[in-house]
């Protein structure tokens, strides 16, 4: 058995081109629908495990998909603002409770997520160092976050302008690392968070600047009334709060009516989580409330049936690939026909030539089964972040 | 020793018939072939090697009954017992130079390879001057040495009995020669038999008996359709 192996691996490496089309095509019709059913299985899992753990959302009237994925994962879509009084109103009615989600930053690539210390308790996130968010510009960072940035406790993270063109639009904040996360293998690991209330210093919602009452901020005062001062672009605003300025931050208007992607409300049980969707099916309504689950749902039998389709065309290539490969081992045959007799005429064995022919298809087939066994191995580990990358992208 | 008796072959298609009364070579005689193509002197070899079998009549090789035995017994026979050597060499391209001499050793479970089989090969090919040449394949050498790595094949099982088809045809006065003594030199050394079958009468001194399929012709073409080739 050795030396008949031994032959057919001379010849399938001494015919390397042609063995590596061969085996590259075999173990492409292998992975392809494997390799497809594994990304389709596991990214399914991880967004069903994440729309199972959220109860329900509250947000704008639109796309639910757009809101669900935004809320859950983060993704750089967001969907219409609601206002911060949506909050509020859940809260309020004693049905759930009420935590508010403001997802559209970034830093760098990493979302910022405006949120309350509730979040971390929500979704039993720990802390790996450091502490929670405290005061005005801090921020806790995920395990992958800080793995990727290299931040620790004390460290500094600026969130991203969100246009390089627009001069009038958010300006980036220098913000404090006060935490890390422990990895939780979800979402959370990818983002930042801060209070709600940072995330609207970042959109310039609430600012601080220079003293007005001071001496040196004079030359900048264009008027001055009793309740009311105009500054010129002169005065200077700080693009990091610290323990100097933090006081000088503040926010103009009435809070209620500050921006939220979405509230995520947790219901105090099942009757009050009905009771509250009741009151959002009003058709005149602004806003909408979701379960996070039903929309995972409709867009994963959406994914199945594309993967069917895919899977359906991969078997019919697949058969196509197998009658061309089979085509090209009967021609090789009759090109080999001379070799064969000559090992035939010397005293080969019939069986033990047939079985060298064989062992090259055996050592073909096993090659391809080995290849694609390691890139179905390789989809089981990337895969899943892959294809969320594209989803949420 | 050889012996054929009432020999008489044909193959399925075409009107080819080959009819031997008798011919018998002794063991260690070294004969050589000759006569016109077509006339049956590669049939011959392949009767004589069981690669072909009569139509009726007994071809006896070293005392096996070669026509009589069943096909995988032949080529076990065959494998073990006779070296062939071909004009065109009939080399693996996708093996090198060892593996190409080694080759009866992994077609057939008969013979075992092993260490002194490598050590033997390695031995022969630095005796007919390519042992420096093992790694090498077959489209990297020579006409030359092409032949000599076939001979090697041949002589590697250290058979009782040489067929050559035209080993000489396709190489210079040079490598002529020096296939002719390897094949020679064995067939003395080992007291081995060796039919070669040849259009080159250039060589024929070299062996003790010539065997011309034209003599054939000389006495039995009145009796005989034409192109039937006959005994000696």
């Known amino acids: ?393 | 020793m050889i012996e054929i008796g009432d020999l008489r072959f044909s193959y399925d298609e075409g009107d080819f018939l080959l009819e031997i009364p008798q011919l018998k070579v002794a063991d260690g005689e070294t004969v050589a072939i000759v006569g016109p193509s077509g006339s049956g002197k590669t049939t011959l070899l392949n009767l004589i090697a069981g690669i072909a079998t009569p139509r009726s009549g007994q071809v006896t090789t070293n005392g096996y009954k070669i026509s009589e035995l069943q096909d995988a017994a032949r080529r076990d026979f065959r494998i073990a017992n006779i070296g062939l050597v071909f004009q065109e060499f009939e080399l693996l391209e996708y093996l090198n130079v060892l593996d190409n001499i080694l080759l009866p050793y992994r077609i057939n479970r008969t013979l075992q390879l092993d260490k002194s089989v490598r050590v033997r090969a390695e031995d022969i090919a630095e005796r007919v001057g390519i042992g420096d040449k093992l790694a090498r394949y077959a489209n990297q050498l020579s006409h030359g040495e092409k032949q000599r790595v076939a001979v090697i094949r041949a002589l590697l099982v250290q058979p009782p009995l040489l067929l050559a088809d035209e080993p000489t045809g396709n190489l210079d006065p040079l490598n002529k020669d020096r296939v002719l003594d390897i094949l020679l030199q064995y067939a003395t050394d080992n007291a081995a038999t060796l039919i070669t079958v040849t259009h080159d009468h250039d060589i024929l001194h070299r062996f003790q008996r010539v065997i011309d399929f034209k003599d054939f012709y000389a006495y039995g073409a009145e009796q005989r359709p034409e192109n039937v080739a006959g005994p000696m």
Not at chain 1, 167 to 172: D, E, F, T, W
């Open chain 1, 1 to 393: 058995m050795r030396d008949v192996l031994y032959l057919a691996w001379r010849y399938l490496v001494y015919h390397r081109l042609k063995t590596a089309i061969l085996v590259t095509s075999i173990m492409l019709i292998i992975y392809l629908p494997i390799g497809l059913n594994v990304v389709v299985e596991q990214s399914a899992e991880h967004l069903t495990a994440r729309a199972e753990a959220t109860p329900l959302l509250v947000g704008a009237k639109g796309s639910p998909l757009e809101l669900a994925l935004n809320s859950l994962y983060f993704s750089s879509e967001h969907p219409e603002l609601i206002d911060y009084s949506e909050a509020t109103m859940v809260a309020d009615s004693g049905l759930a409770d009420a935590i508010p989600l403001y997802v559209r930053f970034r830093s760098r690539t990493h979302p910022i997520v405006g949120t309350s210390l509730d979040y971390f308790s929500f979704r039993n996130l720990s802390f790996a160092s450091g502490r929670p968010m405290a005061v005005l510009g801090e921020c806790v960072v995920g395990a992958t976050v800080a793995e990727s940035l290299g931040v620790q406790p004390g460290d500094a993270i600026i969130s991203s302008s969100e246009t390089v063109f627009d001069l009038a639009s958010v300006y980036p904040l220098k913000m404090k690392v006060s935490g890390i996360l422990q990895r939780a293998f979800t979402p959370d690991d990818e983002a930042i968070f801060v209070d709600v209330k940072t995330a609207w210093i970042i959109e310039g919602l609430g600012h601080g600047h220079q003293d007005l009452a001071r001496p040196e901020a004079v030359s900048g005062v264009l008027s001055r009334s009793e309740d009311n001062i105009v500054a010129n672009a002169s005065v200077v605003q700080f693009n990091e709060i610290t323990e100097d300025n933090v006081d000088s931050f503040h926010f103009h208007g009435d809070l209620a009516d500050y921006p939220l992607t979405a509230v995520l409300a947790v219901p105090r049980d099942d009757k009050s989580g009905v009771i509250l969707r009741g009151r959002y099916t009003d058709a005149g309504a602004t806003s909408q409330i979701i379960r996070p689950v039903t929309v995972i749902d409709e867009l994963l039998d959406t994914i199945l049936t594309i993967q069917q389709f895919i899977v359906a065309a991969v078997i019919i290539v697949g058969l196509a690939t197998i009658a061309t490969a089979a085509l090209v081992f009967m021609l090789s045959l009759r090109l080999r026909r001379r070799e064969i007799d000559t090992m035939l005429k010397i005293g080969g064995s019939r069986p033990r030539v047939a079985a060298m022919l064989l062992a090259e298809v055996f050592i073909v087939v096993i090659l391809s089964s080995t290849l694609a066994a390691a890139m179905t191995l390789v989809t089981w580990r990337y895969g899943p972040s892959v294809i969320e990358s594209f989803v949420l992208a």
